[in-house]
């Protein structure tokens, strides 16, 4: 590993999944031992899954590229570079300017920073998450509760001969 690791494009899945081949070739690893360092940083990255994942040209899950990077020797920003380049092919690249132009202002008004594309795909997940699992409560309790019933009683209604 004397030369430097290669980049990550963001053009498409396919450049995206062909530079991880690279990168597994600068690594010099055996699919077993990426398993093995990969379990060393804290991941889960099946050899299967390793060989699987770089033999097709769809984009892998976002666990997946941060298991494989750490087990190839990436860390910090570079590292995040990576999944930065997998979530802009998964998303489409954020704008490039994120600041609200105010037609009349009254007041200055600060620009607005924006979050980092997976900062925003983890922030919408999270929200539709919790809405999921509230509107789940809030309709479990109604049922529990007896709100789609009717409370009308029934009446058993028997025949004539077997009421004597």
Do not use: N, Q
């Amino acid at each position: 590993m004397t030369t430097a690791p290669p980049t990550p494009p963001s053009t498409d899945a396919a450049a995206f999944v062909a530079a991880l081949r690279r990168l597994k070739a600068w690594s010099g690893l055996s699919y077993r031992r990426l398993e093995r360092r990969a379990a060393d940083e804290g991941h889960c990255l099946p050899y299967s899954t390793a060989a699987t994942m770089l033999g097709r040209d769809r984009l892998p899950r976002e666990e997946l590229v941060a298991a494989f990077v750490a087990a190839c020797g990436i860390r910090g920003t570079e590292a995040e570079a990576w999944l930065d380049a997998r979530t802009d092919i998964a998303c489409g690249p954020a704008p490039a300017d994120t600041t609200p132009t105010p037609i009349a202002p009254t007041a200055p008004i600060a620009p607005v920073a924006a979050a980092p594309a997976r900062a925003r795909s983890w922030r919408a997940r999270w929200t539709l998450a919790v809405a999921a699992a509230l509107a789940t409560a809030l309709l479990g309790g109604a049922t529990a509760s007896g709100a789609f019933t009717d409370d009308d009683e029934v009446v058993l209604e028997r025949p004539m001969s077997a009421r004597l």
